[in-house]
């Protein structure tokens, strides 16, 4: 009867493990995460908002925006934030569509940039690149494309405002090869521009989409169905004819593009699948949505962890690895947040995790989630999924935690700083100036670098975007009391020397460059402009040996 007890149990048992390899293998496979990549004012948090309307997750337009003007209200974290009408806070956004969750990470752009929007990229399985329709690809989706690229992410492009008079689509595919080196598979084809944009050709059903114009007296005002051949006489009668010869022609040349959809080159960031659309005017919007949700790629994470080891998302051991960190969002609690992103296993509220840098075992009691800049508390969470916990001084940036065997994620890369000033300190305010400055550095604020003349001992802070300055000026004194001043630099590019002090002194006199040492004593190059680092190359790069743009790992 034992014997048969035991077996019974172990059948219990093997069935309870299939059902959570079940469980997981479900919900790793409807996630999908993604970050949006843009200029400012390409339209992004309009494209947000239409996003999380077609999830059911917002019920009006002008939410989001309406939540970002009154979230400040609620919180004065940052006074900063609400003066500059920028989000610095919110990470993660969680919305459903046809069976599917989509994470969608906020990576800030513009003067708002940091170290933080690149770490978020960095967490990111895919990327949507959202170009203005009339301006192209603009600079500051140069850096962040640089990430993605870095990553392999997979990038899909939404060429936004064609109702406004736009670039003819061809210049937009032309640009994308040019300037990044992606093929272009348009899945969808504008029919005209600005006033005369009247709707979009989708080829992979060969149907044309009409757009409707609201309020407004469209020639598509008397469409009577949803989809149109190509070849459909009723068609002919609805577009202007000039549109509908450049269509008919356009079709043609865009077989020359090819007609079938490599996929593996879209999974590794090669080729990037195309729509036009107007997100202000929610034409092209769930069009993409659709597609998306098809070849998007699922929760990867990293691949491997140090030791070389993969870990499968749906594998039943939960890991997660840290990517943000995120001080003082709610000052009536003064809290620090971790933003996690899980990387395997189930996630629960209340678990215990290890942390596998210091072995110390952290119970995960308040887990969060954003939700259009609201918290909401996660009871659970599976790969792909981003969580934010309250942070008792237990996590540093790059962290694993950890259920089962201990095993470690690469590092998050640190970014080249292009920023540089000294952090002055006010006269007897040396004490809360260290402790702070140890403080924001250990959160990765910013970097730090010191001069190598020991007798000036203010910080250099380093850092990729002039918000970190602002952040950590505000922070200096909001939290720890001190008024500091800045000083800037006028350096812009930082090369660390990979053979240390060692090669360094082996090169003799440098000019048109200047040394400081980083928090760990490593020596640092500092050159004002692309053409000294250049110089200095030219003259010294044997004996100088390798350089690396980022903080040696
Ligand atoms: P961002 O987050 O990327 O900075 O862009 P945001 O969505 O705030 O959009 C920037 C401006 O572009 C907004 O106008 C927005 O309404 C407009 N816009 C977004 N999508 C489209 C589109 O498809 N077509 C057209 N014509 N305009 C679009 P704004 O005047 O700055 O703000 P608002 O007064 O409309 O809020």
């Not at 998050?412 to 700083?417: D, G, L, V, W, Y």
């Not at 000036?456 to 939290?479: C, H, N, S, W």
């Not at 720890?480 to 800045?486: A, K, M």
Request: overall charge negative; charged content about 25%.
């Amino acid at each position: 009867a034992s014997a048969k007890a035991v077996q019974a149990q172990q059948a219990a048992e093997q069935a309870a493990a299939a059902l959570t390899a079940e469980v997981l293998e479900r919900e790793v496979g409807r996630r999908r995460n993604f970050a949006i990549i843009s200029h400012p004012d390409a339209g992004k948090t309009t494209m947000t908002e239409k996003l999380l309307l077609y999830g059911g997750a917002i019920h009006e337009a002008g939410e989001v925006k309406a939540r970002r003007s009154s979230r400040s209200a609620t919180s004065d974290w940052m006074e900063l934030e609400k003066q500059r009408g920028i989000s610095i806070t919110s990470t993660a956004l969680t919305f459903d569509y046809n069976g599917c969750q989509l994470n969608l990470l906020d990576t800030p752009g513009h003067q708002d940039f940091s170290e933080d929007t690149y770490r978020t990229l960095a967490a990111a399985d895919n990327a949507v690149l959202l170009v203005d329709g009339a301006k192209g690809i603009e600079p500051q989706t140069r850096k962040l494309f640089a990430v993605a690229r870095l990553r392999g992410l997979p990038v899909f492009t939404f060429v936004n405002k064609m109702d406004r008079p736009a670039l003819n689509g061809f210049e937009i595919v032309e640009q994308l090869e040019k300037e990044f080196g992606l093929q272009s598979f348009p899945v969808n084809w504008p029919i005209g521009s600005g006033d005369r944009f009247v709707g979009v050709y989708h080829r992979p059903s060969k149907k044309v989409v009409l757009y409707e114009k609201r309020g407004q007296a469209g020639r598509s005002k008397g469409a009577t169905k949803a989809e149109y051949d190509l070849d459909d006489p009723d068609l002919k009668d609805l577009i202007e004819t000039d549109l509908w010869e450049q269509l008919q022609e356009d079709v043609e040349l865009l077989e020359v593009l090819g007609d079938e959809l490599d996929l593996e080159g879209v999974m590794a960031g090669k080729v990037t699948p195309v729509f036009f659309g107007s997100a202000m005017n929610n034409f092209g919007v769930e069009l993409f949505l659709q597609t998306f949700i098809q070849l998007a790629s699922k929760p990867a994470g990293p691949a491997q962890t140090r030791s070389g080891v993969a870990v499968s998302p749906s594998s039943p051991n939960f890991t997660g690895l840290v990517f943000k960190l995120q001080a003082n969002m709610d000052p009536k609690h003064r809290d620090k947040v971790a933003f996690v992103r899980v990387v395997s296993g189930k996630f629960e509220k209340g678990m215990k995790v290890r942390v596998a840098r210091t072995g110390r075992t952290v119970t995960l009691a308040a887990p969060q989630r954003m939700f259009a800049n609201e918290r909401q508390t996660v009871q659970e969470g599976f790969a792909g999924d981003v969580i934010g916990l309250t942070n008792p001084g237990a996590f540093a940036i790059g962290d694993t935690l950890v259920t089962g065997p201990t095993l470690a994620f690469p590092p998050i890369p640190t970014f080249s700083p292009e920023l540089f000033a000294y952090l002055r300190c006010p006269p007897n305010q040396k004490k809360p100036f260290l402790k702070g400055v140890e403080g924001l550095l250990g959160e990765g604020a910013v970097q730090v670098l010191y001069n190598t003349d020991d007798y000036i001992t203010d910080p250099v802070l380093a850092a990729v975007g002039q918000l970190q300055f602002e952040v950590v000026q505000y922070r200096m004194k909001d939290e720890y009391g001190v008024d500091t001043t800045l000083e800037p630099l006028s350096y812009t590019v930082a090369r660390w020397v990979k053979g240390g002090w060692a090669v360094l002194e082996g090169v003799g006199r440098l000019f048109n460059t200047t040394v400081m040492k980083d928090v760990y004593g490593r020596p640092v190059l500092l050159f004002r402009n692309d053409f000294a680092l250049q110089q200095v190359l030219g003259e010294h790069a044997d004996k100088l040996g390798e350089l690396s743009p980022y903080a040696l790992p």
